[in-house]
């Protein structure tokens, strides 16, 4: 069979909203992440508002980030946020053993964090630490963050320089309990976020949004375990008085190979790499209905969020760079890989409220590398931005009538994947040909509502590695796209080998 994906939409019927936070970011203390990518400091060349380098801050807004999580990752249930406040040449310095070893010096802490939040037009979503934490701890970071008046923590706030409390709707209940945040068991974690949760209160009208820290990969014991205390919590899930957590997190991580050592090069990669990944890859549709299968036995109407806050590839260092910094390049196979999520992400928005790419800055599959002065964007920043307009937009379900699909040794994977959102007279078509080899045809038949096509976009290239360096920062860049016609009531898209595309349609 040809490279092909038939199927059919309906318009005119709407599915789950799309939460902009799907597209949500991860910004940890690893690496070049939080340094040299975010934070240069205020007497840096590097052009900085408040120590905040403003083309990395731009770069973001451009393509509507909703919300960053922060300060880990692993590195959050070893954080405690008080060395992170007040004058910073005061501040205690501690050791990031998760991540090189390095001395953190706590420079970016707190009032930096919200300070960039606030730059990037971003919510914030803070990461609380249970590993190595108290509950008393995440109790004052909260009070700290969010109370007015006169109340122990507010007054420190005032101290430091802030008076008006912040907003702060996402908080993270410790992060990969089961592993770096503490090695538990389901059972015990379970407990615990109960507990801590509690005393996450809600001060002055900020209500949070608590997520625990949910499975590795496809634990759907973990996810049970959680699910089955909902009942004890306390009172409606989304009720303010409600003593529990709202939302459960999972991480999942494509590689091209099972074994840490040898992830594979992020440029470098033979075919069987490809295919090995893109089955991988792939998986993340699996998993996603599998935790929400668990999930709606418990809570068939989907009170409880499904989070997935850490998602992308992740390969071997660059030659020469800390391989605890883990900096990657990021290839046209990257963008392939975020461009096949945000399909299945759409596609599961009744349950999924909300994703992070890891992450977002000179780490792993990262938006955006910095090099000095300099800054690239990647093609998967571009995939973010060609699909910006799904934010928050109302999702059609495709139905498929056919679709292509790679069989191999590593296993099989869809060879086209697409998605379709409408908001007001627009309808955005997103389009994934992850064949390597083979340009493919998508034809959906568009029900309900009359449309024309306005506007294509597409991201190709020569081959599935190539990538942007700060020399050739547009060797992988969108282009205007002649390939989307209108046949009957079928749009027919024409898509070069690897690639991604865009269809605007204009609704009548
Ligand atoms: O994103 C890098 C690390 O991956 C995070 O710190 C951790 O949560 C995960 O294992």
Redesign the pocket.
Known sequence: MSNTLNGVVDLDVAGATISRHLYGH?A?H?GRCIYEGFWVGEDSEIPNTAGIREDVVQALKDVSIPNLRWP????ADEYHWMNGVGPREERPSMVNT??GDVVEDNSFGTHEFMQLCEMLGAEPYVSGNVGSGTVAEMSDWVEYLTRSGDAPMSRLRRENGRAEPWKVPFWGIG??SW???GNMTAEQYTQLAAQFATYCRNHDGNELYRIAAGPNRDDYHWTETLMKSISTLGGPVRSPKHNGWQALSF?Y?THASDDWQHKGSATEFSAEEYHETMVRAWRIDEIVRGHSRVMDAYDPEAAIGLVCD?WGTWWDVEPGTNPGF?FQQNTMRDALVAGLHFDVFHANARRLVMANI??TVN??QAMVLTDGARMVLTPTYHVFAMNAGHQDATSHPVQLTAQSQYAGEQGAYPTLTTSVSSRGATALVSLTNLDVDDAGTVRLDLRGKDWQVAKATLLAAPSVQAHNTVDEPTAVAPTAFDGARREGDTLVVELPAHSFATVELTLG
């Open positions: 991860f940890e690893l880990g990752g692993c590195f998760h991540w992060n990969e592993g770096c945040g991480h991580y850490e883990l890891a992450q780490v792993l």
